[in-house]
C-alpha cells in the first residue's frame, strides 16, 4: 500500500486518535441492533492496546444535524465496546473542551477513551479547520480505521491529517483496500461480477468499471428492467429509469464489442403492485403484491412488475458462477425484504458460497442479504463500506485514504 500503515507506527506511550465507523443501527428505545462495525474495529484496538498505547476513539453516529441529541449519543457503544474487549472504556458526553482535554492528559498505556459523536458538531461534516485541530491536539498520530466514512472529506477523516505527525491505515481500512482494489483488479480467473439493487442510475460508473476487470457480469434486481427495456423487451409496470435507457444500451454494446458477456434475465417473479391506504412509519403509503407468478420468457405482461429473478435465471447464473475463480457481488437479485421474492438472492448467495471463489460483497442492502441468507461465514469478504465501497469501486479517490501519510 502506498500510504502508511498502523504497523508503520511505533505507538507505545504514545497518544493515537483513531477514526472509527460506530454507525451502529439502533432500536426504538436506543439499543444496538448489531455490533458488527464496533467488532470490525476490534483487530486495530486490540493492537494498539496491546502495545501500550493510549487510544482516543472517535466516531459519528446517526444524523444529529450538529446539535447535541441524546438519543444519538456514543455512550451506550462505550459501554458494549468494554464488554468486547473486556477492558474499561471512558467516555466523555463531548468530543472538545476541558472534559476531554484532562480526561487524554490523564490516559495511561493501554487505556482507552471514546469521544461524543462528533456529528454534534457542524464543523465535523464542514471539514471545519479549527475543529479539525483540536481534534488533532489529543493525540501524536491519526489512524483512519472507518472505511465506511473514507468517501467524505470530514474534519475527522480529512482535515484532522493535516494536523498531527503521522496518519495511518488501521487494520479494517488495509482489509477494505485489498479486497476491493488489489484483489479485484488482479483477480483469479474466471472473474464474474454480479450487480443488482434498485437503480441503474447509482451504479452506472461501477458496471463500467467492473465491465473492464471482470470476465462476465450477470444482472439482476430492477435495474435489469431498464437493461431489457434498452433492448427492446416489454417490462410491464417494472421499475425502469428512462432517462438511462441510452446509457444502458450503449454500455450493454460496448461490453459486447469488448468481448465481455452481459447477462439479462430470461425469466422472472412478477406480481401486481397495489397502494394500500396504510402508512408506514415513515408515512409513505404500504405497497402489497398480489398475483405473484412466475414469467416464461424474458418478457413482462401490462399491470405486472418485476420483483426477482426467476428459475431458469437462476440457473442460468449458478451455472455461470460455479466454474469462477473470483465473485464480486453488489445489489441483491429481488425484493428481498419480502420472504417471497428473497429465492433469487438467496440461490445466487447458495452458488456464490459453494463455488468456492474468493467472494467479495459491497453494498449496505447486498451485506444486509447476505446475513438474511445464513451463507455470510462462507463468504470471503463483507464489505463495510456501503456507499464507500461503491465510490472506490467506480475508480474514485477516497478522501479518507488520500489525506493518509505516503509511505
Ligand atoms: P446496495 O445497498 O447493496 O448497494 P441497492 O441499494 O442498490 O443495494 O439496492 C437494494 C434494494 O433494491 C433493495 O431494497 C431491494 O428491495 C431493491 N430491489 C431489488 N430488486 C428489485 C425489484 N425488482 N424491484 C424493486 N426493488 C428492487
Ligand atoms: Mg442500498
Redesign the pocket.
Known amino acids: 500500500m502506498p500510504k502508511l500503515a498502523l504497523q508503520d507506527l511505533d505507538v507505545r506511550g504514545r497518544r493515537v486518535l483513531v477514526r472509527v465507523d460506530f454507525n451502529v443501527p439502533l432500536n426504538a428505545e436506543g439499543g444496538i441492533t448489531d455490533d458488527s462495525r464496533i467488532r470490525a474495529a476490534l483487530p486495530t484496538l486490540d493492537y494498539l492496546l496491546e502495545r501500550g498505547a493510549r487510544v482516543i476513539l472517535c466516531s459519528h453516529l446517526g444524523r444529529p444535524k450538529g446539535k447535541p441529541d441524546p438519543a444519538l449519543s456514543l455512550r451506550p457503544v462505550a459501554q458494549w465496546l468494554s464488554d468486547l474487549i473486556l477492558r474499561p472504556v471512558s467516555f466523555v458526553d463531548d468530543c472538545l473542551g476541558e472534559k476531554v482535554e484532562k480526561t487524554v492528559s490523564i490516559l495511561q498505556n493501554g487505556d482507552c477513551l471514546l469521544l461524543e459523536n462528533l456529528r454534534f458538531y457542524l464543523q465535523e461534516e464542514a471539514n471545519d479547520p479549527e475543529f479539525a485541530r483540536r481534534l488533532a491536539a489529543y493525540a501524536d498520530f491519526f489512524v483512519n480505521d472507518a472505511f465506511g466514512a473514507a468517501h467524505r472529506a470530514h474534519a475527522s477523516t480529512e482535515g484532522v491529517t493535516r494536523f498531527v505527525q503521522q496518519s495511518a491505515a488501521g487494520f479494517l481500512m488495509q482489509k477494505e483496500l485489498k479486497f476491493l482494489g488489489e484483489e479485484l483488479a488482479n483477480p483469479q480467473r474466471p472473474f464474474v461480477a454480479i450487480l443488482g439493487?434498485?437503480k441503474v442510475s447509482d451504479k452506472i460508473k461501477v458496471i463500467e468499471s467492473l465491465l473492464a476487470k471482470a470476465d462476465t457480469l450477470l444482472i439482476g434486481g430492477a435495474m435489469s428492467y431498464t437493461f431489457l427495456k434498452s433492448q427492446g423487451v416489454a417490462v410491464g409496470a417494472s421499475l425502469v429509469e428512462e432517462d438511462r435507457l441510452d446509457i444502458t444500451r450503449r454500455t450493454f454494446e460496448s461490453a459486447a464489442a469488448r468481448g465481455k458477456k452481459i447477462c439479462l434475465p430470461r425469466d422472472h417473479v412478477v406480481a401486481r403492485r397495489v397502494e394500500t391506504d396504510r402508512l408506514d412509519k415513515k408515512g409513505r403509503k404500504i405497497v402489497e403484491f398480489q398475483d405473484a407468478q412466475n414469467t416464461s420468457s424474458d418478457s413482462i405482461e401490462d399491470g405486472f412488475c418485476g420483483v426477482d429473478i426467476g428459475p431458469q435465471t437462476v440457473r442460468a447464473y449458478q451455472e455461470l458462477i460455479r466454474p469462477s475463480k473470483t465473485v464480486f457481488w453488489n445489489g441483491p437479485m429481488g425484493i428481498f425484504e419480502n420472504k417471497n421474492f428473497a429465492g433469487g438472492t438467496f440461490e445466487i448467495a447458495r452458488a456464490v458460497a459453494e463455488s468456492g471463489a474468493r467472494s467479495i460483497i459491497g453494498?449496505?442492502?447486498s451485506v444486509k442479504a447476505i446475513h438474511a441468507s445464513g451463507l455470510d461465514g462462507r463468504i470471503t469478504f463483507l464489505s463495510t463500506g456501503?456507499g464507500a465501497s461503491l465510490e472506490f469501486l467506480e475508480g474514485k479517490t477516497l478522501p479518507g485514504v488520500a489525506a493518509l501519510t505516503d509511505k
Open positions: 439493487g434498485a453494498g449496505g442492502d456501503g
